[in-house]
Nanobody, 127 residues
Framework: QVQLVESGGGLVQAGGSLRLSCAASGHTFTTYTMGWFRQAPGKERETVAAISRYGASTYYADSVKGRFTISRDNAKNTMYLQMNGLEPEDTAVYYC????????????????????WGKGTLVTVSS
């Protein structure tokens, strides 16, 4: 059984930084595309960033380009999201997920083809 556990969320002032981690177990970590997603109250879940199996390819939503960096350490079975320049609009529950086989970082509906999800970690950015 695949398990994904997010950590690193919290309360931060606008302009601050946080680093989210996603620890995976029960899964061949290097096999599939992985991603970070977020859902704010009253809004649909959206893709934040995605990374290919070995990190060669990445995708970022326009709203986070230049501020967030996705990475993965396959030796540690862990994926990261470094978030800098946080804005109140970044407030949401952040989820990590593993894609089904065959889907790359640029797949338009990536959030709809994720096979496994973590339970999420809350990020709150105060103004």
């Amino acid at each position: 059984q695949v398990q994904l556990v997010e950590s690193g969320g919290g309360l931060v002032q606008a302009g601050g930084s946080l680093r989210l981690s996603c620890a995976a177990s029960g899964h061949t970590f290097t096999t599939y595309t992985m991603g970070w997603f977020r859902q704010a109250p009253g809004k649909e879940r959206e893709t934040v960033a995605a990374i290919s199996r070995y990190g060669a390819s990445t995708y970022y939503a326009d709203s986070v380009k230049g501020r967030f960096t996705i990475s993965r350490d396959n030796a540690k079975n862990t994926m990261y999201l470094q978030m800098n320049g946080l804005e109140p609009e970044d407030t949401a529950v952040y989820y990590c997920a593993v894609a089904r086989p065959g889907y790359g970082v640029d797949y338009p509906g990536l959030k709809n083809v994720m096979a496994y999800w973590g339970k999420g970690t809350l990020v709150t950015v105060s103004s």
